[in-house]
């Protein structure tokens, strides 16, 4: 069988990266139709409630999975450049650490969310008929944390060592049983929101089981018995200094967004509702972003273990060129036909109104975005994750998060002020990125 490891510190960079990184896109594009089938199909076969509670409970349930996706990228890191280093030895006790890390967090996520989720639910003011199907919805889908901690973990050393395809393999086979168990258990039992939790959660358990069993059978670091867990303290605070940065990250972007929700829901309904428009726009539109992102994070990481800093940075301009290329597609949509875009998910021409006024600015968060994501992946692989999440912290909360209020409350610019507050801390964020790159720190260890 064909072994898991590719050496991403030889050959062409620009092929290496392009081809490392289209199984990222993949499985993005998958993860993104994984979170809209239960949406979908729950608002076909059952009632409005029903797709109430799924939206809302499903935002919470996300948020919370951002801090086991953050944890995966510190093994991603941590394994990839030890592999780029030839540190093979090392491999199989800090992929054992991380599981068990991985089981620990998963279980305690799982335990805090279900006993959580009714003030979570009434906090975020989830409408009281929605209300019953949400609290079901998210403390079945809660099991799934641990479920997806081991898979995401799973994902994360794959990646290290070289192995994109694998992980694309695991979620299109969770994504196909999904759709199959939200038919059933949605469609034919009328189960609702729980029938379409239950689905994705046995998902979830299909996707870490069958994952498991593929890479025992092409030389996995880590033979996943009872007795080969353990935690070895070394690699716990490497794994974890270089994780829980990311995944601290991720929750603060994740609230962002529920804070600024918050503020363009007080422009009212038509503008709630373009807003809602062009959020689903975006997160197609950056799926290549995203992906290139993870891509250069996990190839930077095993050039600087192998001491390759000269390849590593290739690797940040090729992944800068090729997402921005994506991004022009979606940035030159926005300039020439934003009424068209939006109208192609609503008739009320208020709605589209409001989303061409939008689009005058947040159509340059394409451009910038992308660039951010880059330079942060690059960033996350030398393992100064710190910085990151510092840069994230200023571009969120110091400086969008004021300017859209600053939007709505003072220059009363609606949409239209949101729109170009958004970009202006993306820019913050790069020049803070590129700033840290240029000087040049990014080659001294992470300490």
């Known amino acids: 069988m064909k072994p898991i490891e590719n050496n991403l510190t030889q050959g062409s960079v620009f092929q290496k990266l392009w081809r490392f990184t289209l199984p ?30 799924v939206s809302v409970a499903g935002t919470v349930i996300a948020t919370f999975l951002m801090l086991l996706i953050g944890l995966s990228v510190g093994a991603t890191v941590v394994v990839g450049q030890r592999f780029g280093a030839g540190d093979k030895e090392s491999l199989s006790p800090v992929s054992a650490t991380a599981f068990t890390l991985a089981w620990i967090v998963g279980g305690a996520l799982m ?17 009281a008929e929605a209300m019953d199907g949400a609290v079901a919805y998210m403390r079945i889908c809660s099991v799934g944390y641990v479920f997806q901690s081991v898979y995401n973990m799973l994902s994360g050393i794959l990646r290290g060592v070289g192995d994109s395809r694998s992980p694309l393999l695991f979620v299109g086979l969770s994504t196909a049983f999904n759709i199959a168990g939200d038919i059933l258990l949605v469609g034919a039992f009328g189960m609702g929101a729980a029938g379409a939790a239950i689905a994705t959660v046995l998902a979830q358990l299909l996707c870490m089981v069958y994952g498991i069993l593929h890479v025992k059978k092409r030389g996995f670091p880590f033979d996943f018995r009872p007795g080969s867990y353990r935690l070895e303290r070394d ?21 962002s967004f529920i804070l600024l929700e918050g503020i363009i829901n007080r422009f009212g309904l038509n503008a709630s509702a373009a807003a809602g428009i062009l959020d689903k726009v975006f997160l197609f539109a950056t799926i290549p972003t995203a992906a290139f992102n993870a891509s250069i ?15 590593a940075v290739r690797c940040l301009w090729y992944g800068a060129l090729l997402s921005e290329l994506f991004a022009v597609v979606f940035f030159l949509l926005g300039l020439l036909l ?35 994501f880059c330079v942060n992946g690059f960033i996350n692989g030398t393992g100064h994750t710190r910085l990151t999440l510092i840069n994230n912290i200023i571009s969120t909360y110091v400086v969008r998060i ?17 729109g170009y507050a958004l970009p202006v801390a993306s820019l913050v964020q790069v020049l803070v990125g590129f700033a840290f790159f240029f000087s040049g720190r990014w080659k001294k260890k992470a300490a």
């Open 24 to 53: 990222f896109i993949g499985a993005n594009l998958l993860q993104t139709l994984y979170g809209m089938v239960d949406l979908y199909i729950v608002g076909r076969w059952a009632t409005t409630a029903d797709v109430s509670a």
């Open 111 to 127: 335990v805090v969310v279900a006993a959580l989720s009714v003030p979570v639910l009434g906090w975020i003011n989830t409408p």
């Open 235 to 255: 690699d716990a605070r490497q794994l974890l200094r270089v994780g829980v940065p990311v995944a601290l990250q991720e929750v603060l972007v994740m609230f």
């Open 297 to 311: 994070s996990a190839m930077v990481a095993q050039n600087v273990g192998a001491g390759e800093e000269k390849r």
């Open 338 to 372: 934003p009424g068209r875009i939006v109208g192609v998910f609503t008739a009320d021409g208020g709605v589209v109104a409001e989303g061409v006024r939008y689009y005058a600015g947040y159509k340059y968060e394409y451009l910038l975005c992308s660039l951010a």
């Open 402 to 418: 004021p300017l859209c209020l600053l939007a709505a409350n003072v220059l009363h610019a609606g949409l239209y002020g949101v």
